[in-house]
């Protein structure tokens, strides 16, 4: 059951954090006011920048102007996009592989097994040992620090994912959709085999 | 620019087609939403049940062999003849990305209907995630 709970984990997660995000949104009942044009700069994650108010929240097939992610990044030419199609294929499937590096790693570091035993009263006043079994990582071990940087990085390429998602243009879109089933065709491959000679019973 | 979550009969989510300007166009945009996030929790199941089943059905070695014998409603997929596997093998696992791929692209669709900060969606989405849980989390431990 662990490993199910682990398929879980990611994607909700990702889904959790976008709740949170502030986002323009095109309020149908009233005009849009010159004056909310924020005089922030066109940085990567500006929530409120005032690009955001042109852009449609529709899906669309644009090849002119779209802006991905970064201020220099700008679509023009079907040649840009078909280079922005694959660079965001290859991205997303190198989450998916991301995500199952990190699930092998995790099992692999907890091998690791530690027994103790400690004497127990037993009930007619006799000693008892009581053995316990303790399955982890330390804190300060490194597969653990490991672990916390590939966690920063699938965070991070998680709400780059997102935001492409968001620009709400049809070719990057199917672009995340096939890279992440395509990573996931791969890369699930090699986790059953992993997930064979761990595994036990759940 | 509304940042917030607002009540309003009028959005447009998703598609140019998909406008909805009354209070009836809005309920049943909420129950299409609704329906989504509940088809999103249910194919988070279905492919946790689809990889169980592909584990079973593996070509495996005589060491695994005792842990599976345990697993007595898995008999049928127990001993497929052996040029039949590969092949069988490959369509479990194609049929699984097909899952995923089906996995990821609601997943956004869901997260962009509540990017319309329209707090009807909003709830929808929410009651669907919730139906979809409650109906799908026990045939997980089915298996």
Same mark, same amino acid.
């Given at each position: 059951m662990q490993r199910?709970?682990?398929?879980?984990?990611?994607?909700?997660?990702? %889904?959790?954090?976008?709740?949170?995000?502030?986002?323009?949104?095109?309020?149908?009942?009233?005009?849009?006011?010159?004056?909310?044009?924020?005089?922030?700069?066109?940085?990567?994650?500006?929530?409120?920048?005032?690009?955001?108010? %042109?852009?449609?929240?529709?899906?669309?097939?644009?090849?002119?102007?779209?802006?991905?992610?970064?201020?220099?990044?700008?679509?023009?030419?079907?040649?840009?996009?078909?280079?922005?199609?694959?660079?965001?294929?290859?991205?997303?499937?190198?989450?998916?592989?991301?995500?199952?590096?990190?699930e092998s790693?995790?099992r692999k570091?907890q091998v690791s097994i530690?027994?103790?035993?400690?004497?127990?009263?037993?009930?007619?006043?006799?000693?008892?040992?009581?053995?316990?079994k303790?399955v982890?990582?330390?804190?300060?071990?490194?597969?653990?620090?490991?672990?916390?940087?590939?966690?920063?990085?699938?965070?991070?390429?998680?709400?780059?994912?997102?935001?492409?998602?968001?620009?709400?243009?049809?070719?990057?879109?199917?672009?995340?959709?096939?890279?992440?089933?395509?990573?996931?065709?791969?890369?699930?491959w090699k986790k059953a085999v992993v997930v064979d000679i761990t595994e036990h019973c759940h | 620019?509304?940042?917030?979550?607002?009540?309003?009969?009028?959005?447009?989510?998703?598609?140019?087609?998909?406008?909805?300007?009354?209070?009836?166009?809005?309920?049943?945009?909420?129950?299409?939403?609704?329906?989504?996030?509940?088809?999103?929790?249910?194919?988070?199941?279905?492919?946790?049940?689809?990889l169980h089943r592909t584990l079973e059905s593996l070509p495996v070695s005589s060491s695994q062999q005792v842990i599976l014998d345990t697993d007595r409603d898995s008999a049928s997929l127990d001993s497929p003849p052996v040029?039949?596997r590969p092949?069988r093998w490959?369509?479990c696992?194609?049929?699984?990305?097909?899952?995923?791929?089906?996995?990821?692209?609601?997943?956004?669709?869901?997260?962009?209907?509540?990017?319309?900060?329209?707090?009807?969606?909003?709830?929808?989405?929410?009651?669907?995630?919730?139906?979809?849980?409650?109906?799908?989390?026990?045939?997980?431990?089915?298996m």
């Open positions: 199910l709970f682990s398929l879980f984990s990611s994607f909700p997660g990702k %889904m959790d954090h976008s709740h949170h995000m502030g986002m323009n949104s095109m309020d149908h009942n009233s005009t849009m006011p010159p004056s909310h044009h924020h005089p922030t700069t066109s940085a990567s994650h500006s929530h409120g920048g005032g690009e955001h108010n %042109m852009m449609r929240m529709t899906f669309n097939f644009d090849l002119k102007n779209v802006e991905l992610l970064f201020s220099g990044l700008v679509i023009n030419t079907p040649g840009e996009m078909a280079g922005a199609f694959v660079a965001v294929f290859l991205l997303a499937m190198f989450y998916e592989g991301l995500k199952i590096a990190r790693l995790l570091s530690r027994y103790n035993s400690m004497p127990v009263p037993g009930p007619n006043g006799t000693i008892l040992m009581e053995t316990h303790t982890g990582q330390q804190m300060l071990s490194f597969p653990h620090l490991l672990q916390t940087v590939l966690h920063i990085i699938q965070v991070v390429i998680s709400y780059f994912l997102m935001l492409i998602f968001m620009t709400y243009n049809g070719y990057l879109c199917i672009a995340v959709a096939a890279g992440a089933g395509t990573g996931y065709f791969l890369f699930s | 620019m509304a940042m917030h979550f607002i009540f309003s009969d009028k959005a447009v989510l998703l598609f140019d087609f998909w406008s909805v300007h009354s209070p009836a166009g809005m309920a049943l945009s909420v129950l299409v939403v609704l329906l989504l996030a509940v088809l999103y929790e249910g194919i988070k199941v279905g492919k946790a049940k689809l040029n039949r092949f490959f369509l696992y194609f049929g699984q990305s097909l899952v995923h791929v089906a996995q990821v692209v609601i997943g956004y669709f869901v997260m962009l209907t509540v990017m319309s900060y329209n707090t009807w969606i909003f709830l929808g989405v929410v009651l669907g995630s919730a139906v979809g849980y409650y109906l799908t989390y026990p045939l997980l431990n089915t």
